[in-house]
């Protein structure tokens, strides 16, 4: 039989799913203020490289316009590099170089944005806007704010490795390979 | 007594049920320190998809094992859960390196914890559903569904369901005996504790409708998605070569040695001998690459005092690289006769 007493009770406790279902969303709040609200992607996450901004773009590929084959101090080489975002979510990109050995550990890094590779016999330049500092370690983190690429976006980047002039004589005749990973990711 | 319609009255039990039901799964959760999580994104597919409803407890740094799936914040206080792929656990706290499934890189920076929220359980598409919880509609919805609970709970009903008289008011369960059918309208002091009722519901309503505004500020587990792709180039340093060193005799006495650039990138020379330890020439290769020095049998440096071998050595420099020497012997021959034979170079 419903009495008061009963139908009080009985609502009272049905409100508990209110609090309950409210509790889903809060205790995530209380742990994790960082995001305020939530959306949902679905879509792919896609970087790829190419050598014009034309594409192919591939996973993988060698630079052959950055490499040189006789390298002493003070010399550089400019190379152009297409990255490309062939996913359907916008992105944001890091670069960092890793080269082994002494004469990795030696090479520096400019990232130019857009323009021009231009080289002459052993010195190289690059037309576009300087990304970040030049000059730095190839072997660290080339570009570590990630840079955004929006969907089927595609952005040129020129690449200046630089053996500078501080080069020890120890290095003389060394060989390196440099790779330059770019990590796409999403949102953040 | 008060009657229900019958589908109403079972709705309220089948509500009280749930209702029940989520208190106690709130409580319990809160007690373990369970934490649901919504996924975001689908880097953990096919596992854990896009909007996956994802409930994870937290565990100490040493029970964390290779393959568990963990939640994190990283530095940028982003929520990331993630796959562990290697697990490296010292005094306490854990080095992890996490990867999504779907990823095909592992996240670029490890996590030092010393307790990680492990996913215990998910469940696809609620996510979404939780999501819908913290917006506005849902919040006003919400506050809709307890101001009415509350109004069944103490509201008037059926227009003919009155509270207790006055002097029962200590009382509030005193049984169907205690009720009267007082004419509402006559009786003000039924009014006023009605007018207190509704106050206390409407501002019950009120407080749920602020707690579910707090829902608003739920976040998701961010499962982030990463992409890696590389292009490599080879570097080659070059050796610088030795220049070319040649001996000629000049005069009757002197030797003219000849450096010769051997087209390496080199733009300094330099022409030494060993002993006596000396630089005869040293400073940028002038264009055709070519430097000629002559050395003079009586120049001080030579202070043997018998035929002696006297090597000298050509090298090429540009910074800090030196090339290797190239060679070139010329024997030393002391004046004689006091001084009516002079001193001599010739090369060897």
Redesign the interface.
């Known amino acids: 039989?419903?009495?008061?007493?009963s139908?009080?009770?009985?609502?009272?406790?049905?409100?508990?799913?209110?609090?309950?279902?409210?509790?889903?969303?809060?205790?995530?709040?209380w742990?994790?203020?960082?995001?305020?609200?939530?959306?949902?992607?679905?879509g792919?996450?896609?970087?790829?490289?190419g050598t014009a901004p034309e594409g192919p773009f591939?996973?993988?590929?060698?630079?052959?316009s950055?490499?040189?084959?006789?390298?002493?101090?003070?010399?550089s080489k400019a190379?152009m590099?297409s990255v490309s975002n062939s996913?359907t979510?916008p992105?944001a990109y890091?670069l960092?170089g890793t080269?082994s050995g002494d004469?990795?550990a030696a090479?520096t890094v400019s990232v130019f944005a857009g323009g021009a590779a231009t080289n002459n016999a052993?010195t190289g330049s690059c037309s576009g806007t300087l990304l970040g500092t030049a000059d730095l370690p190839l072997a660290e983190a080339l570009i570590s704010s990630g840079r955004s690429l929006p969907a089927a976006g595609t952005e040129s980047l020129c690449l200046l490795?630089k053996?500078p002039?501080?080069?020890?004589?120890s290095?003389?005749?060394?060989?390196?390979?440099?790779?330059?990973?770019?990590?796409?990711?999403?949102?953040? | 007594?008060?009657?229900?319609p019958p589908l109403q009255?079972n709705l309220?039990?089948l509500?009280?049920?749930?209702?029940?039901?989520?208190?106690l799964?709130?409580l319990a959760?809160?007690m373990l320190g369970?934490?649901?999580?919504?996924f975001?994104?689908?880097s953990m597919a096919p596992a854990i998809a896009?909007?996956s409803?994802g409930v994870s407890v937290p565990v100490e740094a040493r029970e964390i094992k290779t393959g568990d799936v963990v939640s994190v914040?990283?530095s940028?206080?982003?929520?990331i859960t993630h796959r562990v792929v290697v697990s490296d656990v010292a005094d306490g706290a854990a080095t992890l390196t996490l990867k999504g499934d779907a990823n095909t890189?592992p996240d670029?920076e490890p996590y030092v914890l010393k307790k990680a929220d492990r996913v215990v359980f998910s469940a696809p598409l609620l996510?979404?559903g939780?999501?819908w919880?913290?917006s506005p509609a849902a919040m006003f919805v919400?506050g809709l569904?307890?101001a009415y609970?509350?109004y069944?709970?103490?509201g008037p009903r059926h227009g003919k369901?009155r509270a207790l008289p006055p002097k029962d008011a200590g009382s509030d369960?005193g049984g169907?005996s205690g009720y009267k059918e007082p004419d509402r309208q006559q009786n003000p002091g039924s009014k006023a504790r009605h007018s207190v009722k509704r106050m206390a519901a409407t501002l019950v309503a009120s407080l749920?409708l602020v707690?579910?505004g707090?829902?608003?500020?739920?976040?998701?587990?961010?499962a982030?998605?990463?992409?890696?792709?590389?292009?490599?180039?080879?570097?080659?340093?070059?050796?610088?070569r030795a220049p070319t060193l040649s001996c000629t005799n000049s005069g009757l006495n002197d030797v003219t040695l000849t450096l010769t650039h051997s087209g390496?990138?080199a733009t300094f020379h330099e022409l030494v001998s060993g002993t006596p330890a000396k630089t005869w020439s040293s400073g940028a290769w002038p264009a055709g690459g070519l430097v000629s020095y002559t050395v003079d049998a009586d120049d001080k440096s030579f202070i043997f005092s018998q035929t002696t071998s006297v090597t000298f050595s050509g090298l090429s420099k540009?910074?800090?690289?030196?090339s290797p020497a190239s060679t070139s012997l010329v024997t030393y021959t002391p004046k004689a006769a006091l001084g009516l034979i002079p001193a001599k170079l010739r090369c060897a």
């Not at chain 1, 009080?8 to 709040?29: K, P, S, W």
């Not at chain 2, 540009?318 to 030196?322: A, E, H, N």
């Open positions: 039989m419903a009495t008061d007493r139908i009080r009770i009985r609502a009272l406790l049905a409100a508990g799913m209110v609090f309950g279902l409210g509790a889903v969303g809060t205790l995530a709040a742990t994790d203020e960082s995001t305020a609200t939530a959306t949902f992607s679905a792919t996450l896609d970087l790829k490289l591939t996973d993988s590929m060698a630079l052959t950055l490499d040189m084959a006789s390298m002493y101090p003070g010399a190379g590099i996913g979510v992105l890091a960092a080269a004469l990795g090479l052993s490795v053996l002039a501080t080069a020890a004589n290095l003389q005749g060394a060989t390196t390979t440099a790779t330059f990973t770019f990590t796409g990711s999403m949102g953040s | 007594m008060t009657k229900l009255n309220l039990t509500g009280a049920v749930l209702g029940t039901l989520c208190l799964a709130a959760g809160m369970a934490k649901p999580l919504i975001r994104t689908g896009t909007g409803l914040e990283n940028a206080g982003v929520r890189v670029p996510g979404y939780v999501a919880l913290s919400g569904f307890t609970l509350l069944v709970a103490f369901r369960n169907e749920a707690a579910a707090a829902l608003h500020i739920s976040s998701p587990g961010y982030a998605f990463l992409d890696s792709t590389s292009a490599s180039a080879n570097f080659t340093a070059t050796a610088l390496d990138p540009i910074s800090l690289w030196t």
